[in-house]
């Protein structure tokens, strides 16, 4: 009889395959960290521009009543634009213009069989259909810094159609000093990579950064300060659909893919691990809550936004869920057509200007939010 194993308290084991292996059942499919770099082409590049290329070459526009793809000119055109990110004027800036691409798309111009020139705006995401776009996953994200002084590697990035919209540190649930807060040191690692000896290129484009610790997360923008990493918790879905997802075998192509380049021994803790069923946790909500495809999109589109004083700004999950309350109500009608008003309690600096802004930019959105 083998004698039991030992419990991993490693990060790796802890927070990052299990991370990994539940973003792959949410439909990100996987990348290594070779496959992922030789897309990019090199490690100063973020962008995997071989999938962005895939893409827009699938992307089709309609020119008096006929469908026509993208010429080679307007295809260089977009990635012109999306790589131009203008970092030279501060981090915050080149995000406020990367994310205005994402939510609004790249208008070009091509010249039409007729002779005719015609604008089109290319959407670098189909944020409607979370499903028709290109999802991958990777880890050890080796990217150069800048002024040459090395290397970073973010433990987990998630990209869309090519291009990097969320970033994760994984760390153990304790450290060696267990006074130590390990989100915290997630959330600080974040804040060094964004300096500018750093890969700011990365964070240029990612949307949402989260801390994880195995049990618990946390979550930011570009730029966020250390105290406004924020907690998310999960106000719709409930804990038995959570469970059922975390404890879903990954497919045999899935689970492969995740162990091909790991230890043996990595490959069996888990077989053995994943063979009970596991209990969920505030990680495992929060990844479901922000980074399902459809939830992480919505996120960009709706809530977030740009403050000229306090920067960038992404809502917390009680700003979401008062937005979304204001939505289903809003959408009601009573027996004489009108509709019904309602009352949303709020303390002081709790953020009630930007949740009305969040409001209203779900209302022009005119769909259904998250």
Not at 15 to 38: D, E, N, Q, R
Not at 309 to 321: E, H, L
Not at 323 to 332: D, G, I, N
Request: with cysteine.
């Amino acid at each position: 009889m083998n004698p039991p194993q030992r419990p991993r308290t490693d990060e790796e084991s802890q927070a990052k395959v299990p991370a990994l292996a539940l973003l792959m059942k949410l439909g990100w499919s996987y990348l290594a960290p070779s496959t992922c770099l030789a897309a990019r082409g090199n490690e100063r590049s973020v962008l995997m521009h071989g999938v962005l290329r895939e893409w827009l070459a699938a992307y089709r526009f309609t020119y008096r009543g006929s469908e026509h793809p993208l010429s080679s000119g307007g295809v260089a055109q977009v990635i012109n634009a999306i790589t131009d990110t203008g970092l030279s004027e501060g981090l915050t800036a080149a995000n406020e213009r990367v994310t205005k691409h994402l939510t609004l798309g790249v208008t070009v111009s091509e010249f039409m069989p007729d002779g005719h020139r015609h604008s089109i705006t290319v959407p670098l995401i189909n944020l409607g259909n979370p499903e028709q776009n290109l999802l991958h996953v990777t880890e050890e994200l080796s990217v150069e810094r800048e002024g040459a002084h090395g290397h970073y590697r973010p433990d987990i990035v998630l990209y869309v159609n090519g291009i990097p919209l969320a970033v994760i540190e994984a760390k153990r649930p304790v450290g060696s000093n267990p006074e130590k807060d390990m989100l915290k040191e997630g959330v600080s690692q974040h804040l060094r990579n964004q300096k500018p000896d750093g890969i700011r290129p990365l964070y240029a484009y990612a949307q949402l950064l989260l801390s994880i610790s195995g049990t618990d997360a946390r979550y930011g923008t570009t730029e966020t300060p250390l105290k406004f990493y924020a907690a998310w918790r999960e106000e719709e879905i409930f804990t038995a659909p959570i469970t059922a997802l975390v404890n879903r075998p990954l497919t045999r192509e899935q689970h492969g893919a995740l162990f091909a380049e790991r230890p043996a021994f990595l490959r069996v803790h888990f077989e053995s691990l994943w063979s009970s069923p596991s209990l969920t946790t505030g990680q495992d909500a929060a990844i479901i809550g922000l980074l399902s495809p459809e939830r992480l999109l919505a996120f960009i589109r709706y809530f977030m936004l740009f403050d000229r004083k306090a920067g960038k700004i992404a809502a917390r999950y009680q700003q979401i869920s008062g937005v979304k309350s204001m939505l289903a109500r809003v959408s009601e009608r009573n027996r004489d057509g009108g509709r019904e008003g309602g009352v949303i309690w709020h303390t002081t600096g709790s953020g009630k200007s930007y949740t009305m802004v969040f409001l209203l930019k779900a209302l022009l959105g005119l769909e259904q939010v998250l």
